[in-house]
């Protein structure tokens, strides 16, 4: 892909959102300035705060900073924040891609919260009924990594949602992972086409039938197992199934992490084969590190939001700035806007609503 890092793009930061605080933050923010000269940031939170963090990096001259006292907590119920929250910085930082004075907005803070909000300032794209969170997968594919969505933001999702989460979730992979066409699946219990809820099946037709107009390669229902394959590019599910996926992703690879030091440190010759072994555990140890791709967008909004990891160090942070500032160049926020549109003509070419057994299965599931 070209070099894009010399071109001007405006990020707007939540600095005082996140476990570490805002020294982390604004730590992770020079690190992701050095490397991307064409950037520049507002950065929202206490001013008295952040003054002296900022002069230490030296990044005062392409850094702005806004005075937001508030800080919404990662205790903090979202309907609280949706009636008490505007002196926040997490409100301020929104507001600035709302106001179109930043291209995207970052912030390590509650993701309840920040999903709300977002929805309550940014407004959902005409066209969409639910928004999802997307997230990178770590898999076999080339570029390391597949798309996941939706990860939580809704537990629910009927198959008109899930052929919207495939529209979205294309874009996101042409314009995140530089993927021209992307091979799309849909999670269910077996491969099988008579397997799965009835909303799975009527979408599973939509969702092949609006794949050629889509520009996307549709391979059908996918497994759990699939999810780190390198045979689809983007994972279509609801939000429910997604976030258990995600957290079980996270627990198992925790779980085989601590397994690995457990085991390299039971005897002196376990320790010896651990020096031996460095180079590829560590070559392991970045391959699946998740801070390198830190970063869950929230896709169905008018504007572009970037949820970075609640634990994030500086590594993790300037990982999800430079994503956000890959889609803010890309002009993502139109693209997504302009696919989401074409949702309802692609359903309509699929014959969606033609009174199908289907269609009326679904439908009868639904309301019960």
């Keep these: 892909m070209t070099d894009t890092t010399t071109t001007s793009v405006v990020l707007s930061v939540d600095a005082m959102g996140g476990d570490k605080g805002p020294a982390a933050v604004v730590a992770g923010l020079s690190r992701f300035l050095e490397q991307d000269t064409g950037a520049r940031a507002i950065l929202h939170g206490d001013a008295a705060v952040l003054a002296p963090l900022v002069a230490k990096r030296k990044i005062g001259d392409r850094v702005e900073i806004r005075d937001a006292k508030g800080v919404v907590r990662m205790t903090d119920k979202p309907a609280h924040i949706m009636r008490h929250g505007k002196d926040t910085s997490m409100w301020s930082a929104i507001d ?3 106001k179109s004075e930043a291209d995207a907005c970052v912030s390590c803070g509650n993701t309840g919260a920040l999903m709300a909000m977002s929805m309550l300032i940014l407004r959902k794209v005409d066209g969409v009924n639910r928004p999802a969170i997307a997230c990178l997968w770590p898999s076999r594919n080339p570029g390391g990594f597949n798309v996941m969505l939706d990860a939580g933001a809704d537990i629910r999702a009927d ?3 899930l052929l919207t989460y495939a529209l979205m979730g294309t874009s996101y992979a042409r314009n995140g992972l530089g993927i021209s066409r992307p091979r799309v699946g849909l999670l269910n219990v ?3 086409e008579h397997k799965g809820r009835a909303e799975l099946k009527v979408a599973h037709d939509l969702i092949s039938r ?5 520009e996307f390669e549709y391979i059908g229902f996918v497994e759990g197992g699939d999810l780190p394959s390198s045979r689809v590019d983007v994972i279509v599910t609801d939000g429910f199934t997604g976030n258990v996926a995600l957290k079980t992703g996270e627990g198992t690879a925790t779980l085989i992490s601590d397994a690995l ?5 039971n005897s002196i010759w376990s320790k010896l084969a651990a020096i031996f072994a460095y180079s590829s555990l560590n070559r ?3 391959r699946i590190d998740p801070r390198r791709v830190n970063g869950g967008v929230f896709l169905g909004l008018n504007g572009t939001v970037v949820k970075s990891h609640g634990s994030s160090d500086a590594t993790g942070v300037a990982a999800a700035l430079k994503l956000a500032a890959q889609l803010g160049r890309s002009g993502f926020r139109n693209k997504l806007a302009a696919r989401v549109a074409s949702a309802n003509v692609l359903a309509q070419d699929a014959g969606h ?3 199908s057994d289907a269609d009326h299965e679904a439908k009868n599931e639904q309301s019960k």
């Design 284 to 286: 392991l140890k970045q």
């Design 159 to 161: 198959q008109d949602d």
């Design 261 to 265: 030091k457990a085991s390299f440190n």
């Design 96 to 98: 600035s891609v709302r």
């Design 190 to 192: 077996g491969t099988e």
């Design 353 to 355: 609503g033609d009174g």
């Design 210 to 214: 609006a794949a050629p107009s889509g």
